[in-house]
């Protein structure tokens, strides 16, 4: 059975860091790439980054490049998002996603992910 685990959200004051992580587990093939996505409330999910599995391209929303960095480490199968100079706009529920199969043109849209965890809330406030 296929699990992904999302870890490391909480609250953080603008300007301050935190790392999620998402460890993968249960595959009986190899997933194209590992996505973070966010949904604050009232709003529409939102692709905030990707990295693939076979040569670790990385792909970013415009509002979170320079920010963010995605990662991972195969030894664990964990991918994860470090995400620096914090926001207020950055609080949301942060979900990892799995996709089978992905072009990289569709690298952020939700629809492409076959495998989502539980997601982890990351809230951004003084």
């Known amino acids: 059975q296929v699990q992904l685990v999302e870890s490391g959200g909480g609250l953080v004051q603008p300007g301050g860091s935190l790392k999620l992580s998402c460890a993968a587990s249960?595959?009986?093939?190899?997933?194209?790439?590992i996505g973070w996505f966010r949904q604050a409330p009232g709003k529409e999910r939102e692709g905030v980054s990707c990295?693939?599995?076979?040569?670790?391209?990385?792909y970013y929303a415009d509002s979170v490049k320079g920010r963010f960095t995605i990662s991972r480490d195969n030894a664990k199968n964990t991918v994860y998002l470090q995400m620096n100079s914090l926001k207020p706009e950055d609080t949301a529920v942060y979900y990892c996603?799995?996709?089978?199969?992905?072009?990289?043109?569709?690298?952020?849209?939700?629809?492409?992910?076959?495998?989502w965890g539980q997601g982890t809330p990351v809230t951004v406030s003084s």
């Open positions: 996603a799995a996709a089978l199969l992905i072009h990289p043109i569709r690298a952020l849209i939700g629809k492409e992910y076959d495998y």
């Open positions: 249960g595959f009986t093939s190899d997933y194209d790439a």
């Open positions: 990295i693939r599995r076979r040569d670790s391209s990385t």
